[in-house]
């Protein structure tokens, strides 16, 4: 798929999606934040400003091509190297795709640029947004998201909170939790407060199972997060994979194995599985000068910054 589209991956399977088709409109690596839990990477350009990085017309051209010689997929996810709102066509690009499929649009967004009209009214015409909410206050949303200079956590909620009022779809928040740093009770009730005044459809928690921007971050142990769930109303859910996740690779060849690692940190044993191969397979692939590999845990990852 990587060397037939330079803007479309996958589609990959998800528990929770089905077949997944993801749209990256925005560059490596390109956000509003600079999470210290990103499993990109630091961000090399932290800005809010908003602009057509890739062509429309390429992106909606390959999007033709994928429906009409493919065009098998749950759910079309704007999601990839940055943060989706940044991309300034993103409503047209989704009014191109609700005009030519029925399959439902979803858009993976921080949600800080959600205080302005114009994102709220473009993120909106999709059928189901899912925002990020990981801190408190605004010390905490500096420590954990380190935001593009002139954002502030009250305009954060503010956005999400006004976005909630003008959506008609399904809004899901996810939380990301880490040990030592949000994840004690009293500091995840404080975001479950928040949360809940939003009125999200689904609580998703999230932890660094994968190797994140900074080294110093350590997953919550699933257990934790589970006894975690009970705080957010309504009730939430544990999204991060802890096991084997089961995505498909594709063909097994050098850059279908990068472009997967570089959007997905596996271990050795998960790219086999993706690819349907035993790992012995993968090794002088797992050469390659642009990989580099990181142990969380017991496992060893392989990631591509
Ligand atoms: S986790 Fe998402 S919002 Fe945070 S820096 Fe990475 S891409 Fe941006």
Known sequence: MSEKYKYLFGPV????????????????????FDCVFCQLGCTTHLATERDEFVPFD????????????????????FAGSGEPT?????????????ARTDIPVIVLSNGTLLH??????????????????????????KTINRPAPGLTFKELVAGERAFRTEFSGELWIEVFLMDDINADPKQVARIAALASEIHPDKIHLNT??????????????SEKLEALCGLF???????????????????????????????HPATAAQLAEMFGVKPGALLPLLNDAR??????????YYICR
């Open 116 to 141: 302005r009209p114009d994102v709220r009214g473009e993120t909106a015409r999709a059928d189901i947004v899912k925002v990020s909410l990981s801190a408190w206050d605004d010390e905490s949303f």
């Open 58 to 77: 390429e992106v909606c051209a390959e999007l033709e091509r994928w429906l009409a010689e493919e065009g098998a997929a749950d759910v079309i996810t």
């Open 13 to 32: 399977p998800s528990r929770r999606l089905g077949r997944s088709l993801g749209i990256d409109v925005t560059p490596f690596k390109r956000c509003s």
């Open 208 to 221: 660094a199972v994968r190797p994140p921007a900074e080294s110093s971050v350590h997953p919550v142990a």
């Open 233 to 263: 109303t309504p009730r939430a859910e544990v999204i991060a994979s802890f096991a084997t996740d089961a995505q498909s690779g594709g063909e097994l060849n050098t850059e279908n194995l990068i472009e997967l690692i570089r959007r």
């Open 86 to 98: 940044l991309y300034s066509r993103l409503g047209e690009l989704i009014d191109f795709i609700k």
């Open 291 to 300: 990989l580099q590999t990181e142990v969380r845990g017991e496992e060893t």
